[in-house]
């Protein structure tokens, strides 16, 4: 049996159909017959109705339906898509704080930003200064500076926690 996810109008369809005519939407069995007319154009029968439905395929599994004269667009995904997609939205509105640590013993030079300021990727957040040499210490994903634990001239050593981002 093969299962999908229709989303329409932000309602979701779960939908599985097997080898005879019963489709099942959310469960519930119905009796459909999808008998194709051209490549883009087909004639479905749910119970005793007819549908005329036109497709055409946009992206990503998107598509605009016209059906019986009325425009629809609907996106169809198999069961394991809609779970890997509900899981990496889950995912990225997990939030997550990263504590970025002094990756040797030294002294702080500058602090280029404060708790609460956004930053982006690759962005210098503190000078480090080590050997006589000037370390940047850039952020490594962007997000928001949560909280710096060091000021200007302080020595830390290696493993010290410099600031954290969420």
């Not at 299962?3 to 469960?27: C, F, R």
């Not at 939030?95 to 970025?100: G, L, M, P, Q, R």
């Not at 480090?128 to 001239?153: C, Q, T, W, Y």
């Amino acid at each position: 049996m093969s299962e999908y996810v229709i989303t329409l109008n932000g309602k979701k369809k779960s939908v599985s159909y097997g080898v005879n005519s019963k489709i099942a939407i959310d469960g519930r069995e119905v009796d459909c017959e999808l008998i194709k007319l051209s490549s883009r154009t087909f004639l479905l029968r749910i119970e005793k109705r007819f549908f005329e439905i036109t497709s055409d395929k946009l992206d990503n599994g998107n598509y605009s339906l016209l059906i019986d004269g009325i425009s629809f667009e609907t996106a169809i995904r198999s069961a394991l898509q809609e779970k890997a997609s509900a899981l990496l939205q889950q995912k990225s509105f997990t939030h997550s704080k990263t504590e970025i640590k002094a990756p040797m013993p030294g002294m702080v030079l500058k602090v280029n930003k404060n708790a609460g300021d956004k930053i982006n990727h690759g962005e210098t957040i503190v000078i480090l200064e080590a050997m006589k040499m000037e370390n940047d210490i850039r952020a490594p994903h962007s997000g928001s500076l949560k909280e710096v634990f060091i000021n200007e001239g302080t020595a830390v050593e290696k493993g010290s926690v410099l600031f954290t981002i969420e």
